[in-house]
Nanobody, 126 residues
Framework: QVQLVESGGGLVQAGGSLRLSCAASGRTFRFYAMGWFRQAPGKEREFVAAISVSGGITYAADSVKGRFTISRDNAKNTVYLQMDSLKPEDTAVYYC???????????????????WGQGTQVTVSS
């Protein structure tokens, strides 16, 4: 089992940057594919970005491609989401998620993930 704790959210002006972190417990973090999702008020949770167990494969939603970058440090049991050129429509609660993986794949839908953090609020003002 793995426990996830997000941090790094906050209030930022449009065009600004934030870096979210997700710290995972346990010694087997390197076997978990990771993802970031977000949920805005009144909307469904949506996929943001995902990364394979080694970090060699990443994938981002079209809405954030070119602005957000996912990465991981397996030595620190942490996955990151670097968010640049933020827009008001990026305002949401951001969640990290984990799923045990033996392959190179990335997962892009919520049901594929088994473990979730509590979320961190990101607010982008115009």
């Amino acid at each position: 089992q793995v426990q996830l704790v997000e941090s790094g959210g906050g209030l930022v002006q449009a065009g600004g940057s934030l870096r979210l972190s997700c710290a995972a417990s346990g010694r087997t973090f390197r076997f978990y594919a990771m993802g970031w999702f977000r949920q805005a008020p009144g909307k469904e949770r949506e996929f943001v970005a995902a990364i394979s167990v080694s970090g060699g494969i990443t994938y981002a939603a079209d809405s954030v491609k070119g602005r957000f970058t996912i990465s991981r440090d397996n030595a620190k049991n942490t996955v990151y989401l670097q968010m640049d050129s933020l827009k008001p429509e990026d305002t949401a609660v951001y969640y990290c998620a984990a799923v045990y993986s033996t392959g190179w794949e990335v997962r892009t839908t919520s049901p594929e993930y088994d473990y979730w953090g509590q979320g961190t609020q990101v607010t982008v003002s115009s």
